[in-house]
C-alpha cells in the first residue's frame, strides 16, 4: 500500500483532514502563548527576586515560579509532542496547569484585596496581574488537554498540597525585622490565625474547584 492510501489509525483525523489541521492550529498558538507566558512569569520572578533567593519565602514568588516552570514544562512537551505520545504526560502537564492556574488566581485576589495592590514595579504587575490573567487565558483557551478522558471530581482537592505545605513552612519564617511575612496572616495573632488559615484554604480550594470546572466544560466542548 502506497502511502497516499494509509489510513489514519481508528479515532485519529487524517493528516491531511479539516480537524487536523485545526488541532495542529491549536497546538501552534498554545506553544506560543505559553511560551511568552513562561517568559513573563520568568522576567516577573526574576524582577522580584532581585539576586535574592530568600525572597522565595513569599507566596506570590512562589506562585509565579510554579507558573513559569508549568508553562516552560509545557512548552517542552507540547514541542515535543511528548503529550500526544504518552497519556502520562499530558496528565501530568494538566494538572500542573491547573495548579498553577488556581494558585496564581489566588494570589491575585488576595494581592489585591488584603495586601497593597502595588503594581507600580513591573515585576509585582506581572506577578499579580499579567501572569494570573495570562494562566486563566491559556486555562480557559486551550482547555486542560484531556479531550475525552475521565477528570475526577476530587482532583482539585490534590492541588492544595502547595498551599497546605506553604502554610507549614510559614508558620515558622518571618521577615528581615522579625514580624510575620503578610499583616493578616500573623501566627502569634493565636485563633485569628488558625481562622485565616481556613478561609484561605477554602478559597482556595473554591478556586480550585472553578479551575476544575472549566477544565472540565472545555474538554467536553471540544470532542
Known amino acids: 500500500m502506497t502511502a497516499s492510501h494509509r489510513t489514519a489509525p481508528a479515532g485519529e483525523p487524517r493528516p491531511d483532514s479539516p480537524r487536523s489541521t485545526t488541532r495542529t492550529a491549536v497546538r501552534t498558538a498554545a506553544l506560543v502563548f505559553r511560551a511568552v507566558l513562561a517568559g513573563l512569569a520568568w522576567w516577573g520572578l526574576i524582577g522580584a527576586l532581585d539576586g535574592d533567593l530568600a525572597q522565595l519565602k513569599y507566596f506570590s514568588q512562589v506562585t509565579t515560579l510554579t507558573v513559569a516552570l508549568t508553562a516552560t514544562l509545557s512548552v517542552v512537551v507540547t514541542a515535543t509532542a511528548a503529550d500526544v505520545a504518552s497519556p502520562r504526560w499530558a496528565a501530568a502537564v494538566a494538572w500542573c496547569r491547573g495548579a498553577s492556574t488556581t494558585y496564581a488566581t489566588v494570589t491575585a485576589v488576595i494581592y489585591q484585596t488584603l495586601l497593597s495592590g502595588d503594581l507600580s514595579r513591573t515585576s509585582s504587575l506581572l506577578e499579580h496581574a499579567v501572569v494570573p490573567a495570562l494562566a486563566v487565558i491559556d486555562w480557559v483557551v486551550f482547555g486542560p488537554g484531556l479531550v475525552g478522558r475521565r477528570q475526577v471530581w476530587w482532583l482539585p482537592l490534590t492541588w492544595l498540597v502547595l498551599p497546605i505545605g506553604y502554610l507549614g513552612i510559614y508558620y515558622n519564617v518571618r ?28 478559597v482556595f480550594a473554591v478556586v480550585a474547584f472553578l479551575v476544575w470546572g472549566v477544565g472540565l466544560l472545555r474538554s467536553r466542548w471540544r470532542r
Open 175 to 202: 521577615d528581615r525585622s522579625g514580624r510575620a511575612l503578610y499583616p493578616f496572616l500573623d501566627p502569634a495573632a493565636g485563633g485569628r490565625f488558625w481562622t485565616w488559615v481556613g478561609i484561605m484554604l477554602a
